[in-house]
């Protein structure tokens, strides 16, 4: 079974990590919580990285969210 896991680390509160089982669902709570934490709007910037499903950074202190695919219970 694959999982989709959003990491969201913001400087000023604890690790946010919320599991999804969608590449969708994990993708949008990661877009919403970079709208709710980000003082600067206009400073979200999205960008590809190799492999992530999704990456948005939202302050020049490298405040970001991440969206990674796993597999439930994958011993390797």
């Known amino acids: 079974m694959k999982l989709y896991i959003a990491h969201c680390l913001d400087r000023h509160i604890d690790p946010v990590i919320r599991v999804f089982d969608t590449a969708q669902g994990a993708?949008?709570?990661?877009?919403?919580?970079?709208?709710?934490?980000?003082?600067?709007p206009e400073s979200i910037?999205?960008?590809?990285?190799?492999?992530?499903?999704?990456?948005?950074?939202?302050s020049s202190e490298g405040d970001h969210v991440y969206v990674t695919e796993t597999t439930l219970n994958d011993a390797s």
């Open 27 to 40: 993708i949008d709570f990661a877009k919403k919580f970079v709208q709710k934490e980000a003082r600067h």
């Open 45 to 58: 910037s999205e960008e590809t990285v190799r492999g992530w499903l999704y990456h948005a950074s939202y």
